[in-house]
């Protein structure tokens, strides 16, 4: 299964500009934090740094999606890494004349995720275009193996550079992965009807009216429709308690918390991929019913979360997790690319963007001021428990029809 899809060439370059472009991200993301502290000594200031990498696809996700699906994407994304070079290099510059500020980390920051809000639609719109039906699952599965193989891997690259002092060079490393990034662009082929694009900036119609008209759609697309509020609500009560509240449960509770989470975040990641690979096995292809399963056993881990007073509890309620999310994800990403006509690819991954980092927002604000007020482990049976319910109401209701329910749209390849 896995050997036959990856003989198809434009799948491994895909893949390997995945893979460098993701570990650009990581080390990126871990320069602009650290370098934030260091600079400024304020743990505000760092979070101010942290929101402005979210930010920009709340500003310019949605029309990120419209260009995406009105140019020719693969012109679109070698400008973008292109343009990516001399932006984030120029902090190296700065910062080896002794000029560096917190505004110019702030000012780069924001400049480089808004120019990801037009590329990461783009490039997961691809996929489609170089796989059939049939492989779309393999590929997805590799594609989020190869990411999560990454961002588990990415800090350990790192280290190196945290010992000798030259985190700056986080920077001159990811300009590197730009242009290793173009080069595998480049040796991607695919044929692109851009005529039939709806030619969304070449017509009297604004971006504003595209996504207008793209909401429109999704109003009467039930499989979609529910795919997206399902996913705003399983991510709104899953962050806080999964980025923040794990954390500060470890601490409070067992010697070594900080060590313990890192401990239990790897056999995590090792389990995520563990189910990636497996998943291809299991289900060629995948159903809304699929996704509502993954994300219920997903709210199932976070549960047991609530209840764990051994360590042995949070190892089984890390593995339950590392079952349902990955399923719950692959699935979310075949469903949009089985259902959405190619010329909309673009912006429901920008849509499907925009409220993961809505929903991820929302979630830090409100539990993370509620923690001050509940405890921590009343708020994983609350969020967990919704996460069940929310999932189970939703199954109940389309189980039924998937049996007499239309075909997909093909992507109208």
């Given at each position: ?313 949070y190892f089984i309620g890390i593995l339950i997790a590392a079952v349902g999310l990955p399923i719950s994800g692959l699935a979310r990403v075949y469903l949009i690319q089985t259902w959405t006509p190619i010329n909309r690819l673009g912006r429901a991954f920008s849509l499907n963007a925009v409220l993961l980092y809505g929903s991820n927002v929302l979630s830090l604000s409100l539990f993370g001021a509620l923690s001050s007020l509940v405890g921590i482990r009343y708020i994983f049976v609350f969020c967990g428990s919704m996460m069940v319910i929310g999932s189970l ?21």
């Open positions: 299964m896995y050997s036959s899809v990856l003989k198809n060439r434009m799948i491994l370059y895909y893949l390997a500009g995945a893979g460098i472009s993701q570990l650009g991200n990581v080390i990126t993301g871990l320069a602009f934090l650290f370098l934030s502290y260091e600079r400024t000594q304020s743990s505000i200031l760092t979070t101010v740094m942290a929101i402005t990498q979210a930010a920009p696809y709340l500003l310019f996700g949605l029309a990120g999606g419209v260009i995406a699906d009105s140019v020719n994407k693969k012109r679109l994304l070698l400008w973008i890494d292109i343009i990516r070079v001399p932006i984030i290099l120029s902090l190296v510059f700065i910062y080896q004349m002794n000029l560096l500020g917190f505004w110019h980390l702030i000012v780069v920051s924001f400049l480089i995720q808004s120019l990801g809000c037009f590329y990461n639609p783009a490039y997961r719109a691809v996929l489609p275009l170089i796989t059939s039906v049939e492989d779309r699952t393999v590929a997805n599965s590799l594609f989020d193996i190869v990411t999560r193989g990454v961002q588990m891997l990415g800090p350990i690259f790192s280290i190196g550079l945290i010992n000798s002092k030259q985190i700056i060079h986080f920077f001159t490393i990811d300009a590197l992965t730009y242009v290793v990034s173009i080069f595998f662009i480049l040796k991607l082929h695919w044929k692109e009807n851009n005529d039939a694009a709806d030619k969304l900036l070449n017509t009297t119609d604004s971006i504003f009216s595209s996504i207008i008209g793209f909401f429109i759609w999704v109003k009467g697309e039930n499989v979609v429709k529910t795919l997206l509020f399902v996913t705003f609500w399983i991510v709104f009560f899953h962050t806080w308690v999964w980025q923040v509240g794990l954390l500060l449960q470890l601490i409070e509770t067992q010697n070594n918390g900080e060590q313990l989470y890192s401990i239990l975040m790897g056999c995590y990641g090792a389990g995520v991929i563990t189910v990636n690979i497996l998943i291809p096995f299991l289900w060629k292809k995948l159903t809304l019913s699929t996704y509502l399963i993954g994300s219920i056993v997903w709210g199932v881990g976070i549960l047991v979360f609530g209840f764990a007073t051994h360590l042995s509890t109401v939703y199954l109940f209701r389309v189980f039924p029809s998937e049996k007499t329910g239309r075909n997909s749209v093909e992507t109208f390849k």
